[in-house]
C-alpha cells in the first residue's frame, strides 16, 4: 500500500508542495521506517523546508540502518554544506570513504564531493598505494569473529561529528537562536573579536571560517606582530574570492611577511576594493603593482603602498591600469623621483589632443543658428586623494604634473617634500578647482632667485584660494613665510573652512584671530600651537566672536605659555561648548584653574544638553590634555578625573 503514497508524495513535490508530500512520505514510512530511499526523500523535504535538525535525524538513521551505503552520507554532507559547516561534512565523507563498497553506485558521487570539500578546506589527500601482486594475500577475516576486529555490521554507527554536535549549534546559554541569525550578529562584529571566537569550539570555528561573508574585510592591523604568510593564506582561503579589503602593517621589527603573501592574494581571484600593505622591504614593486593589475584593476578604488620599494615604473604601470583609483598613498617611498607620472601624462595629452581634432572635425553651423556648446571632456583619471609625504626627491615638476593629470583630486598631502617651492600651490590651484585639502607641513615654500614675479606664499596661496573656494582642511606647519596676511587671504575666499591649523608659526599674530572668529562659521577644528606672539586678548576676541557662530570641538593651543592661563581656560568653560578635545600641554595654567574648568564644563554641560539653540552643539570633552604643565599637582588631576570619568586626562607632570 505505500507505493501508492510513494507515488502521489512524488507528484507533490515535483509541483512543489512540500507539506502534502512530507505527509505522504510520512505514511509511507510508518510501513516501511527502514527503507533508505525513503528516508532520504524525506530528508531532502525536511531540507526545503528548514527543518535541517529532523534531515540530519533522518540522515543519521539511514547510516545506522545500513553503514555500507552511499545515500546517508552524502545527504548528510549536503545538510552541512547547506547550513556552512563545511568541516563537519568533510568528516561525513570521509567516514563514508572508508565505508562505503566499491560496488556502490553512488560510490563515485561521494568520492567527488569529498575531493571538492578537500580542496575547499585545503587539505592535501594521501594517495593509496598500489597493491603489489608478488604479494601475499591478506586473510579473509570472519565477520562472525568476535576477536582480532569489530563486526561492522553489528558496530553502532554516529556519522555525527563529536566535535560538530548539530543539537547545540543553535544554543547560546538558554537562548536558542537561528543559524542565519548567528551569522547575521557575527558580521557586526570586528575582524580581531571574530578570530578569538574561532578559538572557543568546534562548533564556531567551522561555522565562522566556512562563512566567506565574515572575511571580506581583512584588517590586519592588530596583528602586525603576528602577522605571517601562512595566516594570510589561511585567510585568503576562508574569504575565497569575496575578499574586498586587505590592511596589512608590517611595521613591526620581526614581520613575517613576504611576497608569498601577496602571491595567496593572487591565486583568490577576489576583486579587491582596498589593497594597504605599508612598511615592508621584504615585497619588490612589480609583485606589489602584479597583485593589483591581476585580478582588482577594475574594481580597486584605494591602494595604500607607504614605506614599500615603489618606483617610478611601478607607479606608471599601475596608475595606466587602475585608471578608476581613487585613493593613492605612496608616503616615504624614497625612490619615487619627478619622472614617476611621465607614462600618465603622455596618455592625458594623447586624450587631449584627440579630443580637440574630434572638435575640429566637426561641421560648422550656419550663421544664423546659434553655436553648440562643446562637448565636455571626461578625465581619464578619477584620482581624489594623493600623499607623497616624505618622499624626499620630489620637486614641484612632480606637483605639476599630478594637478594636471589628476585634474578631480580633492585631498593631497605634500608634507616633508623640501624642495617644494610656492608654485608648487599655483599649480593645484591652476588645475585642481575641486580642492578641498591640503597639508603642507614642515615646508619652507622658498622661492628661487631667478624668478622674475617674484612671487611670494602669500601671492600663490592667494592664487589657490581664489581658484579653490571649497576648501575645508588647511595645514601648514613649521613654516617662517606664514604670516596673518595668509590667514585673512584663506578666511576671506574660503567661507567653508573646517579646519586650520599652523602649528609653529612665528609670524602669526593677535590680529588674524578675530578674523577667524568672523569668517569660519564652520570651523571645527584650529591649530595654533608653539605660535609665540599669540596672548590672551588675541584668543578671547577669537572666542567670543567664534562660539557664536561656528562649533569648534578640537583645539591645540599648546606650548603658548603667554596665551594660555587660568583666565583662558575660564573663557573655554563660558564659550566652549563643543569642545571635545583640548590640548594644553607646556602652558601656564595651575591646578586651581584646571579643577575650576572641569567644574565649569560639567556644570555647563548638564544645563545645556539636548538644548541645540541657535545651530550650536554641547559635547562632552572626551581628551584633555595637560602634559608639562608644571604648576598643574597631581591632587587637580585626580580630581578631574573623577569629575570627568568619561575623558582622557593625560598628565605627564
Known amino acids: ?18 507539506v502534502r508530500a512530507l505527509g505522504l512520505f510520512n505514511k509511507a514510512l510508518a510501513a516501511e521506517p527502514d527503507r533508505i530511499s525513503l528516508l532520504d526523500v524525506r530528508a531532502l523535504i525536511l531540507t526545503k523546508m528548514g527543518r535541517v535538525d529532523e534531515a540530519l535525524s533522518d540522515a543519521n538513521k539511514m547510516c545506522q540502518v545500513d553503514p555500507k551505503c552511499a545515500m546517508g552520507y552524502l545527504r548528510a554532507a549536503r545538510i552541512f554544506k547547506k547550513k556552512g559547516l563545511m568541516d563537519a561534512a568533510f568528516k561525513m565523507l570521509k567516514i563514508g570513504n572508508v565505508r562505503v563498497d566499491a560496488s556502490d553506485p553512488d560510490r563515485k558521487a561521494l568520492e567527488t564531493m569529498y575531493i571538492q570539500c578537500a580542496a575547499v578546506l585545503g587539505v ?8 603489489d601482486p608478488t604479494l601475499p594475500t591478506p586473510p579473509v577475516l570472519n565477520p562472525s569473529s568476535t576477536t582480532g576486529t569489530k563486526d561492522f555490521a553489528t558496530e553502532t554507527l554516529l556519522p555525527l561529528p563529536a566535535a ?3 543539537t547545540e549549534i543553535h544554543n547560546f546559554g538558554t537562548h536558542s537562536i537561528p543559524f542565519e541569525v548567528i551569522q547575521t550578529i557575527f558580521e557586526y562584529l570586528p575582524l580581531q573579536e571574530i578570530t578569538r571566537c574561532l578559538r572557543l569550539n568546534a562548533t564556531l570555528r567551522a561555522m565562522l571560517s566556512n562563512n566567506k561573508s565574515l572575511w571580506r574585510d581583512l584588517n590586519l592591523k592588530w596583528f602586525s606582530h603576528r602577522i605571517s604568510d601562512t595566516s594570510i593564506a589561511s585567510l585568503m582561503i576562508r574569504g575565497r574570492d569575496q575578499v574586498k579589503s586587505i590592511q596589512i602593517d608590517c611595521s613591526a621589527p620581526k614581520s613575517k611577511v613576504t611576497k608569498a603573501a601577496l602571491r595567496a592574494i593572487q591565486s583568490s581571484r577576489s576583486r579587491l576594493e582596498t589593497l594597504e600593505l605599508t612598511h615592508t622591504k621584504k615585497v619588490t614593486a612589480d609583485i606589489l603593482v602584479a597583485t593589483v593589475r591581476m585580478h582588482s584593476w577594475e574594481a580597486i578604488r584605494r591602494v595604500n603602498f607607504s614605506g614599500t620599494e615603489m618606483t617610478n615604473d611601478a607607479v606608471g604601470k599601475l596608475l595606466e591600469k587602475c585608471r578608476h583609483l581613487q585613493e593613492l598613498e605612496l608616503a616615504e617611498c624614497t625612490q619615487i623621483t619627478d619622472s614617476a607620472l611621465d607614462s600618465v601624462l603622455k596618455i592625458v595629452g594623447a586624450n587631449r589632443s584627440a579630443f580637440v581634432s574630434s572638435q575640429a572635425e566637426l561641421v560648422d553651423p550656419p550663421a544664423s543658428s546659434a553655436p553648440a556648446a562643446a562637448a565636455p571632456r571626461i578625465p581619464l583619471f578619477h584620482l581624489k586623494i594623493l600623499n607623497v609625504a616624505g618622499c624626499i626627491r620630489l620637486t614641484d615638476a612632480f ?23 610656492h608654485r608648487a600651490l599655483e599649480s593645484l590651484g591652476h588645475h585642481c578647482k575641486n580642492l578641498k585639502g591640503i597639508d603642507a607641513s ?25 581658484e579653490c573656494k571649497g576648501l575645508t582642511n588647511v595645514r601648514i606647519a613649521s613654516c617662517k613665510f606664514v604670516n596673518d596676511t595668509t590667514v585673512q587671504l584663506l578666511t576671506a575666499l ?3 573652512l573646517e579646519s586650520l591649523e599652523f602649528p609653529k608659526s612665528a609670524n602669526i599674530t593677535n590680529a588674524a584671530l578675530p578674523k577667524i572668529g568672523n569668517r569660519c562659521k564652520f570651523l571645527t ?7 609665540p606672539q599669540i596672548t590672551y586678548e588675541g584668543l578671547e576676541r577669537l572666542f567670543t566672536l567664534a562660539t557664536v557662530s561656528n562649533e569648534i570641538k578640537f583645539l591645540d593651543l599648546s606650548m603658548n605659555a603667554l596665551a594660555v592661563n587660568d583666565k583662558t581656560l575660564l573663557l573655554l568653560s563660558r564659550f566652549g561648548l563643543a569642545l571635545e578635545e583640548l590640548n594644553i600641554s607646556g602652558c601656564d595654567v595651575t591646578g586651581a584653574g584646571v579643577l575650576a574648568f572641569a567644574e565649569a564644563k560639567v556644570a555647563r554641560d548638564i544645563q545645556k544638553m539636548g538644548q541645540r539653540k541657535g545651530g550650536s552643539a554641547v559635547g562632552r570633552l572626551r581628551v584633555l590634555n595637560l602634559d608639562q604643565c608644571a604648576r598643574v599637582g597631581n591632587d587637580a588631576v585626580v580630581h578631574v578625573r573623577k569629575l570627568m570619568p568619561y575623558a582622557r586626562v593625560s598628565a605627564n607632570l
Open 399 to 421: 606637483i605639476h604634473t599630478a594637478a594636471r593629470c589628476f585634474p578631480l583630486m580633492e585631498t593631497i598631502n605634500i608634507s616633508k617634500l623640501t624642495r617644494i617651492t
Open 164 to 166: 560538530v554536535p548539530a
Open 525 to 531: 577644528r584650529m591649530n595654533l600651537s608653539t605660535c
Open 1 to 18: 500500500m505505500y507505493e501508492r503514497d510513494v507515488e502521489a508524495g512524488t507528484i507533490a513535490l515535483s509541483h512543489g508542495d512540500s
Open 494 to 496: 574660503c567661507p567653508q
Open 442 to 466: 614642515d615646508i619652507q615654500f622658498t622661492y628661487t632667485q631667478d624668478d622674475q614675479r617674484r612671487n611670494t606664499l602669500d601671492t600663490s596661496m592667494l592664487l589657490l584660494a581664489k
Open 124 to 131: 592535501t589527500l594521501k594517495r593509496k598505494k598500489a597493491e
